[in-house]
């Protein structure tokens, strides 16, 4: 079975300023995807960053990018110059052979 | 805007009633998932087709009934609901790859939000 696990169930970050969400999971497949989501208020959920396993080099998109641990089973992810935009549920997700398995979600609020 | 809607996005039935959701994905996948998202709980997965064949079925009540005609279409189909269905009905798209094994990123619709009264 797996299982992805988000500590932290809130979150808040000053405009402008870097916050960094933790997701850690457990598999016993060697070939997978990692997954951050954000689902702002308005409840649709969209892909943030991609990681797959592996890839060593960690992955980048904008303002986004992932701190990916795999011996520790870790994939953190760092958000740049927070905007309010930003303000949502982020989700992290591992994907395996047929579906994905989500954590139960971080709601980071930027603050003005 | 990601390639997949939905439709009704709000529905308001009675635990008497049938009604039917839809789900239709314009990315040329051909896998297709169900998920439910209640209040306070995680994403909960319901059904999987893969190639209009449903791979997945995690123990969902068979008052939820499923239907993948084609590869860009996805139903689901509703009766006798009771008020613990309600929450928000998430449907997703993906590509299979047989030569990787393995399903990539999963492209979400904007959701149905169900409410059984």
């Known amino acids: 079975a797996q299982t992805v696990t988000q500590s932290q169930p809130e979150m808040s970050v000053q405009e402008a300023e870097t916050v960094t969400l933790s997701c850690t999971y457990d598999t016993s497949e060697n070939n997978y995807y990692l997954f951050w989501y954000k689902q702002p208020p308005s409840r649709q959920m969209i892909l943030v960053i991609r990681q797959e396993a592996y890839k060593q080099q960690n992955a980048t998109e904008n303002r986004f990018s992932v701190n990916f641990q795999k011996a520790a089973k870790s994939f953190s992810l760092k958000i740049s110059d927070s905007q309010l935009g930003d303000t949502a549920m982020y989700f992290c997700?591992?994907?395996?052979?047929?579906?994905?398995?989500f954590g139960s979600g971080t709601q980071l609020t930027v603050l003005p | 805007e990601t390639g997949v809607t939905q439709t009704p996005r709000h529905l308001v039935m009675g635990m008497t009633n049938k009604k039917s959701l839809k789900c239709e994905q314009h990315l040329g996948h051909n896998a297709m998932y169900w998920y439910k998202q209640s209040a306070k709980k995680p994403l909960e997965l319901m059904f999987v087709?893969?190639?209009?064949?449903?791979?997945e079925n995690n123990s969902v009540p068979s008052r939820f009934s499923p239907e993948c005609p084609n590869s860009s279409h996805l139903f689901l189909h509703l009766h006798t609901l009771q008020p613990e269905d309600s929450a928000l009905y998430l449907c997703a798209s993906s590509q299979w790859s047989s030569s990787k094994g393995r399903t990539d990123t999963q492209y979400f619709g904007p959701g149905t939000r169900l409410t059984v009264l």
């Open positions: 997700a591992l994907g395996s052979a047929r579906q994905l398995t």
């Open positions: 087709y893969n190639f209009k064949e449903q791979t």
